[in-house]
């Protein structure tokens, strides 16, 4: 058992609480489903988009506004409780407008995305937005 704050834990582990990258001893260590607590800045974006993906994903919007962008189209999420769900295959990257914490759900739980620190000045480039909807309107 564990119990925790995932404000506070999340900050330990770049906002994952729960995946594969826990100890293996670790009650939150998980191989089909891994949990994101994100604490975004406003401004604050993906260093790299996604490709290749492997996993479906849930994000949830808790509080701000925050933009998922997908392939020809981007999505604001602007209420609390709005979310939005991609599945494989679906390269995608994201924006903070406004400072925002959103629940991310993604499973199975594999690795091989973690952006590296480094990449944060070299990932801005791949844009593919043409249309954007808020969710809910």
């Known amino acids: ?12 582990d770049r906002g994952w609480i ?3 990258f826990k100890d293996a001893s670790d009650p ?11 604490v975004h800045p406003q401004g604050d974006e993906r ?5 290749g993906e492997e996993r479906t994903a849930l994000l949830v ?14 999505v604001l999420l602007a209420r609390q409780g709005d979310y939005i ?6 390269d995608h990257s994201w924006f903070a407008e406004e400072e925002s ?7 199975p739980s ?3 995305y973690k952006v590296d620190e480094d990449a944060s000045a070299a990932g801005h480039s791949h844009s593919l937005r043409t249309a954007t909807s808020t969710v809910g309107s």
Do not use: C
């Open 110 to 112: 594999v690795p091989g």
């Open 85 to 90: 769900v991609w599945g494989r295959g679906v």
């Open 101 to 107: 914490v959103v629940l991310t759900v993604r499973w």
């Open 18 to 20: 729960l995946g594969h």
């Open 47 to 51: 260093a790299q988009w996604v490709t």
């Open 61 to 74: 919007l808790i509080s701000g506004r925050f933009r998922v962008e997908l392939p020809g189209r981007s």
């Open 28 to 38: 939150r260590h998980s191989e089909a489903v891994e949990i994101k607590w994100g």
């Open 1 to 12: 058992m564990y119990v925790g704050n995932a404000g506070r834990d999340a900050a330990l």
